[in-house]
């Protein structure tokens, strides 16, 4: 009888990757980061287990998104007192800080549990093409 396979945690087996959003729709690189995050990538993902490898994205303010929704989606906060919402458009919080826009829709895109906050930080996301992570020698990948 065959047992089945579980992960154990070994973060030094942990690639690097690198995605340049220039010119690609939010939605298409999001699920691609998530899937890289969490290591549904490999054959040897395992749900309760950190097998995911780090993500390095570049040109986060080059991001597109598509059909009229830089004018039409709104991102909200709430500061807990009443009367604090706040609403940002899309095309504000791009032009602001367009890292937190594929921050938020990746997160979106992970599980609601503790595992998801530990997966998050393995994301790094940068407005421009220079980043500090040369050193990691990271894969470029095409989305």
Do not use: C
């Amino acid at each position: 009888m065959q047992k089945t396979f579980m992960a154990k945690f070994e973060p030094d087996k942990r690639k690097w990757y690198l995605i340049d959003a220039k010119g690609k729709t939010l939605g298409r690189i999001a699920t691609q980061i998530a899937d890289i995050l969490r290591g549904k990538n490999k054959p040897t993902f395992t749900p309760h287990v950190d097998t995911g490898d780090f993500v390095v994205v570049i040109n986060a303010k080059y991001v597109k998104l598509t059909g009229k929704k830089l004018e039409q989606k709104y991102y909200y906060r709430h500061s807990g007192y009443i009367g604090g919402l706040k609403a940002v458009k899309a095309k504000d919080m791009i032009a602001k800080y367009p890292e937190r826009v594929i921050a938020h829709a990746v997160k979106g895109m992970l599980p609601k549990n503790r595992l998801a906050n530990k997966l998050i930080t393995k994301l790094k996301i940068y407005p421009e093409a220079d980043h500090p992570h040369k050193a990691q020698n990271p894969v470029k990948i095409e989305v």
